[in-house]
């Protein structure tokens, strides 16, 4: 069945230094590609997805590149603002459900 | 105006105890699932529905039964808690089950078995 690695596990980065979240994903099938956030003590919400059939998204300051080759995705933030601290999730839909990442926790150190 | 809305947001019992969580949406949706997450963030599915069917059953203790009366309600009742049923517990809908489309989520209902 799909899987999906992601990392780094824990990602600390300067405020107004860019930030990038990869991950990897195992079963060629998967088409559709969403990150999700989740600050502390919230729900997980989307910010940003992709489709099998597009290479790279972006939206204001995050941005999310697919290489169907490598089986792997990526998200990227630039500047980076204290409000974006918080746990990413990435996931890879295949049949009726969505595989999720382990999970990235984005610190933004002042 | 929520979309998906749980009940009760906080749950906290004694082992042994039954229980029930309450999940609904207004988003006209036909798919729900229930997340577990536990104190590592991992987000494992549990169980999906599409239009009152259940289509996602993941490896879990069959004290775990999800209900759904219909397509905007999926509950989850849980017989004989144990300690290591500890974790929050998310509902989420979406409106596509074969494409992939974006899972909505509830605001968690935290337990904690004692």
């Known amino acids: 069945g799909e899987n999906v690695e992601q990392h780094p596990s824990t990602l600390s980065v300067q405020e107004g230094d860019s930030a990038v979240i990869k991950c990897t994903y195992s079963?060629?099938?998967?088409?559709?590609f969403p990150w999700y956030k989740q600050e502390l003590g919230k729900r997980p919400q989307l910010i940003i997805d992709?489709?099998?059939n597009v290479g790279e998204k972006k939206d204001q300051r995050i941005a999310v590149t697919l290489n169907k080759t490598a089986k792997h995705f990526s998200l990227h933030i630039t500047e980076t603002q204290p409000e974006d601290s918080a746990v990413y999730f990435c996931a890879a839909s295949i049949n009726y459900q969505l595989i999720w990442g382990a999970g990235t926790k984005l610190i933004i150190k002042p | 105006d929520t979309a998906v809305s749980q009940t009760p947001k906080y749950l906290v019992t004694q082992m042994g105890n039954d229980k029930s969580i309450k999940c609904e949406q207004n988003l006209g949706h036909d798919t729900m699932y229930w997340y577990k997450q536990d104190s590592k963030k991992f987000l494992k599915i549990m169980f999906s529905y599409n239009n009152k069917e259940l289509i996602i059953n993941e490896t879990v203790p069959n004290r775990f039964s999800p209900k759904s009366p219909d397509k905007a309600h999926l509950n989850l009742h849980i017989n004989s808690l144990e300690l290591g049923d500890s974790a929050v517990y998310f509902c989420?809908?979406?409106?596509?089950?074969?494409?992939?489309?974006?899972?909505?989520f509830g605001p968690g209902t935290r337990l904690l078995v004692l």
């Open positions: 989420a809908s979406t409106t596509g089950r074969l494409k992939g489309e974006t899972q909505y």
């Open positions: 079963d060629s099938a998967s088409n559709y």
């Open positions: 992709i489709r099998s």
